[in-house]
């Protein structure tokens, strides 16, 4: 069905540049071009809320614009582009591409995926990997999206862009081994067992703690043979080096 047009006003301008662009926001409008293969680019002015209201339809950025210029002149557009401010969201600038209603077009459409997948019922997770496919037509026929059936997609099962009908007077132009949709194996989540740390008491438990942390003894230091005698302690201490 063909999509219904809508229609947006535009001013003439002369002068472009960061300082008339600036004097353009200040009065609540924004720079515009409009480009195409069929005349030479046409800089415009056009309010920014006008634009939003002239996409507020189901085909949204692939929505047929008549672009009524000041003095008469019309064009055939799609808005293609803009540019916004990162702080407040609002746009700064934007960009417009002149069609002809006779003459194809390429555009991105929304992929949108109906049907519940066998292989969810299965344990398996459905992703949809391609959100938007790239078509030809002509821009009445541009379609409000690509509807996608899902059902009987089983577990590890992929549907490639080969396997989905395009709708009448429209031609994929994405590549046919494009993959849109899967039924992935979901992760098993690997158990992580706590470390078990054994406990032996007396010296030969702390000798093997040490050394299952890699501990080494200080430089001068002997490790205690079996049956040697522990020296005896100096009684009454150091006598200050006399012989």
């Known amino acids: 069905m063909a999509q219904v047009q809508s229609t947006l006003a535009a001013q003439k301008r002369e002068k472009s540049g960061k ?4 004097q353009l ?3 609540g409008l924004i720079p515009a ?3 195409g293969p069929h005349d030479k680019p046409l800089h415009v002015s056009i309010d920014p ?3 939003k209201k002239a996409i507020a ?3 949204k950025f692939n929505t047929v614009i008549t672009l009524k210029v000041e003095g008469g002149e019309t064009r055939t557009v799609l808005f293609k582009h803009y540019e916004k401010d990162p702080l407040d969201g609002k746009i700064l600038h934007a960009d417009f591409l002149e069609v002809r209603m006779d003459q194809d077009v390429v555009v991105n459409v929304p992929v949108v995926l109906i049907g ?3 292989g969810v019922a299965e344990g398996g997770i459905l992703q949809q990997v391609a959100r938007t496919l790239a078509v030809l037509c002509k821009p009445g026929q541009i379609p409000e999206k690509i509807e996608v059936d899902v059902t009987a997609l089983k577990v590890t099962d992929s549907l490639h862009v080969s396997e989905i009908k395009a709708p009448d007077g429209v031609k994929f132009k994405a590549r046919q081994d494009q993959t849109i949709a899967v039924v992935a194996i979901p992760e098993k989540e690997e158990e992580v067992k706590p470390a078990v740390v054994a406990v032996v008491p007396g010296a030969e438990g702390a000798a093997a703690v040490a050394g299952a942390a890699g501990a080494t003894p200080a430089a001068g230091d002997k490790a205690a043979a079996p049956g040697d005698k522990a020296a005896p302690a100096a009684k009454g201490g150091d006598k200050g080096g006399k012989k």
Do not use: E, L, M, S
């Open 116 to 118: 519940r997948a066998v």
């Open 49 to 51: 809320n006008d634009i």
């Open 19 to 22: 300082g008339p662009a600036r």
């Open 57 to 59: 339809t189901p085909h």
């Open 25 to 27: 926001r200040f009065k």
């Open 33 to 35: 071009v409009c480009y």
